[in-house]
């Protein structure tokens, strides 16, 4: 939310969460693709609520993994994983996986349903997967996730240095882009 405020909040539009829709609650993510679950996840916000609605999916698509973990990255170590687990099952997965082996990219799939009307963007960062955390910023898998032209992992930017190049900053401009037109 804080990403689509600083993104979105010079337009004239108000953003709610769905801590202000408690009977929702959660929502499957059922799709085979982050656009599947982007979707999924919008359309029953819209459906509930009667409001225009937006919902995202991301995933880290780690090439040595032929694009795994993709839709799963949440849950890669488990369905209870913490953020520490995830790290610590790619970290270890990856060990002896060469540097020029290691490449990745994180991936943001943005869906917006209002009534019949559906809209999506998607914003992609590439990077690599290092073979220790620094850093200790952001969350996910930013420790790890090392972006070569700043020479930083996402967890040593701070918000606005992350908001400028990353997939969500990436996919919520493109977003924007498309909102702007409407308002």
Known sequence: MEEMSAILGHLSIELLTLDEFHHIGDIPETGDTLKDNAFIKAETV?????????????????????????????????????????????????????????????????????????????????GQILEERRGSGGFGYDPIFYYPPLKKTFAELDSVEKNSISHRGKALRNFCAILEKRI
Do not use: H
């Open 46 to 126: 819209q459906k509930l609520t009667g409001l225009p609605a937006l919902a995202d999916d991301t995933g880290l698509e780690v090439d040595a993994f032929n694009g795994a973990p993709g839709i799963y990255s949440a849950r890669y170590a488990g369905e209870d994983a913490t953020f520490d687990d995830n790290c610590q099952k790619m970290l270890k997965e990856l060990k002896g996986i060469p540097a020029e082996k290691r490449t990745a990219r994180f991936r943001t799939v943005i869906a917006f349903v209002n009534g019949g009307e559906k809209e999506w963007v998607e914003g992609v960062v590439e």
